[in-house]
């Protein structure tokens, strides 16, 4: 490899490096959720893959990351392995994942219940052990957080249901697992 392609690909592989090794977030460094930020809409209840009635507002208490997902938004397939992580590592301090799937919403004239065996494929295959609920057909709850315009969209929501944070398209868990710590700690004081 010639000299001037060795230096980018050096610099491309130290910038995942650090990335791959960061370390946890530092609580005294977290940006708290807005005193004033906008209170999220709990107030939906959604059938689960299993065919269960799920309602948002039982979560109310807990920091919630919702995530607006899909099986065929490949960032959406990226981002839940982080998910699941942050879920496994915080489920006991009052945090949890609800993933909403809008698989369906560009089928309209498919039922919503078409799409379960898909998702439950999906879920097994990612091995997802959260809340995985049917919002393709659901246009109340994907206009009260929006609507959404791109995919995955997900929600960072404190223990009093104010909206801490907001993304559209990916982001890296470690930004997620700071805004949870954030949301953490100013439900804590």
Request: charged share 25%; proline share 6%.
């Amino acid at each position: 490899m010639k000299v001037w392609m060795a230096v980018p690909v050096m610099i491309a592989l130290l910038a995942l490096a650090a990335t791959a090794h960061a370390s946890e977030p530092n609580l005294q460094e977290l940006e708290m959720c807005e005193a004033d930020g906008e209170m999220a809409n709990l107030d939906f209840t959604l059938k689960d893959i299993d065919g269960e009635d799920v309602s948002l507002s039982d979560y109310a208490g807990k920091v919630i990351l919702l995530d607006f997902w899909a099986t065929w938004c490949v960032p959406c397939r990226i981002e839940i392995p982080g998910f699941i992580e942050l879920f496994d590592k915080y489920e006991s301090d009052g945090f949890v994942v609800l993933g909403v799937s809008v698989d369906g919403m560009e089928e309209s004239d498919v039922p919503i219940d078409e799409t379960v065996p898909r998702l439950q494929a999906f879920a097994e295959e990612l091995q997802m052990d959260y809340p995985i609920l049917l919002g393709g057909h659901r246009q109340d709850m994907l206009d009260a957080f929006g609507p959404p315009f791109g995919f995955p969209t997900t929600f960072v929501i404190g223990r009093d249901r104010k909206i801490c944070s907001h993304h559209t398209g990916y982001a890296p868990k470690e930004a997620f697992e700071a805004e949870i710590l954030a949301a953490m700690a100013d439900s804590d004081l």
